[in-house]
């Protein structure tokens, strides 16, 4: 299996336009999960699915942040419109399950900067 | 609401031991002792994980303290490949519990010097 896949890697945008993260999970896995990374904050949980159901949204910062898994392949994160604060490191995980003996795949991140 | 705490780094000589250890007082009955690791510009990943009995696999080892309120990771021969930010996590063994989400602290960060 290639893991988990994200793209783009890097993206670079000027404040007010949209950006879409992609994320393909590895095959089989029921839980999909959406993180960021930055200095000052660390690695947060923004949202999760399960079987394509987001099931906790806590996490997303604000309304300009929106998440979809319309299958089991594939997912987006969107932010519209975009803010020099939401530049950071986003990442994507799967698991089989949220039990705590089954581990979480990550992706390599996709680098966003908003300028 | 960190339910785990760790020094924020450690230095170590190439190949050498490393042990880096993890406080978790308030840890329930439930809760495993998990360990990620991120390398400079990767995501993170699975190290090791345990429940009360202490664990070994290919990347490290896991010693649990008798009380569960405390844990040590240890890399048995440090390679420069090992500098990296650990995060010592606890996880809910219930599927339905939402501790079960992976809640990442600052992590130690671990140099390795040749």
């Known amino acids: 299996d290639a893991g988990v896949i994200q793209s783009p890697r890097h993206e670079v945008t000027e404040m007010g336009q949209e950006v879409t993260l992609r994320c393909k999970p590895i095959?089989?896995?029921?839980?999909l999960f959406w993180y960021r990374q930055t200095m000052m904050r660390g690695l947060e949980l923004l949202i999760y699915?399960?079987?394509?159901?987001?099931?906790?949204d806590s996490g997303m910062p604000e309304d300009r942040f929106s998440a979809k898994m319309p299958n089991a392949s594939f997912s987006t994160l969107k932010i519209q419109p975009s803010e020099p604060r939401d530049s950071a490191v986003y990442f994507c995980?799967?698991?089989?399950?949220?039990?705590?003996?089954?581990?979480?795949?990550f992706g390599p991140g996709t680098r966003l900067t908003v300028t | 609401d960190a339910k785990t705490t760790q020094p924020n780094s450690m230095e170590s000589n190439e190949e050498e031991p490393v042990h880096l250890p993890c406080n978790h007082s308030?840890?329930?009955?439930?809760?495993?002792i998990h360990w990620y690791r991120q390398l400079p510009s990767q995501g993170p990943e699975y190290v090791i994980h345990g429940l009360t009995s202490n664990v070994n696999n290919r990347m490290a080892s896991l010693a649990i303290a008798e009380d569960r309120k405390s844990s040590t990771l240890i890399l048995h021969r440090a390679t420069l490949r090992d500098a990296a930010v650990y995060y010592c996590?606890?996880?809910?063994?219930?599927?339905?519990?939402?501790?079960?989400?992976?809640?990442f602290g600052q992590g130690t960060e671990l140099s390795v010097k040749p």
């Open positions: 308030t840890i329930s009955g439930t809760d495993y």
């Open positions: 995980a799967s698991s089989l399950s949220l039990a705590g003996v089954n581990e979480q795949y």
């Open positions: 699915f399960n079987n394509n159901v987001p099931i906790d």
């Open positions: 996590i606890l996880r809910d063994v219930e599927p339905y519990n939402q501790g079960g989400k992976l809640i």
């Open positions: 095959s089989g896995h029921d839980y």
